[in-house]
């Protein structure tokens, strides 16, 4: 819904609309593949889908860890967008262009991609059946190392902390621009701003993602510090950690559509829009079926009154028939009586003349 609403012409114009529709994607993608990761999925399945094979094991966490990846930098790219639109309003039509803006996500996932493919040397199939993304052996416990803290930082680390330089500043502009804009409009009708919604929607998607994305990084950090994977360790306090970190970290993936809606009139209304489109086709449809029945009736009804005039006409005509025939013979009995008469007539005339 996102993709489509992001672009419909309503919104393609915009650079954050670009940004929008690959942040949904790389939550799809992530939200599709987050079940087979789940140990009651394989375990009623009866086997592990991603270890069928090394190859597919190695290329599932690669798409995994890139889209996740991709996920945070282009929230960032969002924040970002919004921090040169309230702090130098004057210079965004030259920084966030649509060229410099498909440039940086293309350059995101070449990056991103190229990292955890090299990051897949560590994912591999175990002597149980099992595909698991980290797994190190004696001779590579330091380079291993090396790619966590790089990973974990390209994640989650880095972009949290960009994420809370910008948001602050961003905040602080508003508002003063804010106390501005009403000491300039006193008296005068104010206007919808529309700047301020859409800065304080992709405000919330920074917001989400640094309050539901910070647990699971910090478990990593953690359990990274202690010598044992997040995901392995038997830890009590780290398998709490990572019962609740989990359900949150879907939860960032899963919500911003959710905020969309919930911040932005103009997403909403265009999503408004488009579920009532297609309820109005599903009427236009059953009203199309039920003038095709109607008429169908009617043309049924219409045959049936021509076969009972038809039928009525016959019948009138078989009895004016016989009527013209019965006539026709009373007319002839008739002439014939006149006629008898007739020859009748002068005979008794001859009597009369004859008495006289």
């Not at 930082?153 to 602050?168: K, R």
């Not at 602080?172 to 701003?193: E, I, S, T």
């Not at 993602?209 to 830890?235: C, K, M």
């Not at 002839?332 to 009369?352: F, H, I, L, R």
């Amino acid at each position: 819904m996102t993709v489509i609403v992001m672009s419909s012409h309503r919104f393609r114009h915009t650079t954050c609309s670009l940004i929008l529709i690959f942040l949904s994607c790389s939550d799809t993608a992530l939200i599709l593949m987050q079940p087979w990761n789940k140990p009651w999925i394989i375990k009623m399945l009866g086997v592990d889908i991603r270890a069928l094979s090394e190859i597919g094991c190695k290329i599932f966490f690669v798409f995994r860890r890139t889209a996740k990846m991709s996920s945070s930098w282009l929230v960032v790219f969002v924040c970002f967008e919004r921090f040169v639109a309230v702090c130098f309003p004057l210079n965004t039509k030259l920084i966030c262009t649509k060229r410099n803006t498909t440039i940086g996500i293309a350059t995101v996932y070449a990056v991103m991609f190229a990292y955890t493919g090299a990051w897949s040397i560590f994912s591999k199939v175990t002597t149980t059946g099992k595909c698991v993304p980290y797994f190190v052996e004696s001779g590579t416990v330091t380079l291993g190392r090396a790619f966590m803290i790089v990973g974990t930082s390209l994640y989650a680390v880095i972009p949290t902390v960009l994420l809370l330089v910008m948001t602050p500043v961003i905040v602080h502009r508003l508002y003063q621009q804010r106390n501005r804009r009403k000491q300039m409009v006193q008296g005068v009708d104010k206007k919808p701003d529309d700047t301020a919604r859409i800065t304080t929607m992709l405000l919330s998607i920074t917001t989400a993602y640094v309050i539901l994305v910070s647990p699971i990084w910090i478990g990593h950090n953690v359990a990274f510090a202690r010598g044992e994977t997040l995901f392995q360790s038997s830890d009590p306090v780290l398998v709490i950690l990572r019962q609740v970190a989990q359900p949150m970290e879907q939860l960032n993936y899963s919500i911003n559509f959710l905020l969309y809606v919930l911040y932005s009139r103009s997403f909403r209304q265009h999503v408004a829009k488009l579920l009532s489109c297609g309820r109005c086709s599903l009427r236009k449809e059953g009203a199309a079926t039920n003038k095709g029945s109607r008429t169908t009736s009617t043309l049924k009804q219409t045959a049936e009154t021509n076969a009972t005039l038809t039928t009525a006409a016959q019948t009138s005509g078989n009895s004016g028939s016989n009527g013209v025939l019965e006539n026709d013979g009373t007319d002839s009995n008739m002439q014939e009586q006149q006629d008898v008469e007739t020859q009748q007539s002068p005979a008794e005339n001859s009597d009369v003349a004859n008495k006289v």
